[in-house]
């Protein structure tokens, strides 16, 4: 997904907003999960979302996401955003993010995924560093369901 940044979607700053980057990178992350499993998804979790450098007014932001990871019925997608300047061509890295779905039937009820198949370094790398972001998002829920049960 690419699009120009222009003045109302920036800060004082002249900087995209970071509310705007998060939004842009939902977008693509889900749209990644329904096309792994062809169904209805929806949004579990975000973390490890890492601002690295502005992407400023007049460039185009270019995001790019794929599901790195699969466990029974959710997913995890990575996320990440260059910025583009449009008159060299050069771009750079400015954020990334993973975030998490899950796969509904047409009841809202969680559905098994298929399995990922990692094809590049990077995708290998991701898939085999998974496992560990999993259980530390696992161990992250359980605090919150202890700290604040409902």
Known sequence: MTDIVLPPDT????????????????????????????????????DSLDFLAPIRTGEAICLEGYVSWTHNTSMEIYVKAEAENLLTGERRLTSQAYLTFVALDENNKPIEVPPVLPETEEERWNYRTAKDRYEIRNRRRKIMKEQFPR
């Open 11 to 46: 800060n004082y700053h002249g900087t995209i907003f970071g509310g705007n980057v998060m939004a842009y990178m939902d977008k693509v992350a889900s749209i990644a999960a329904m096309r792994h499993c062809r169904s209805q998804v929806v949004t579990a979790s975000s």
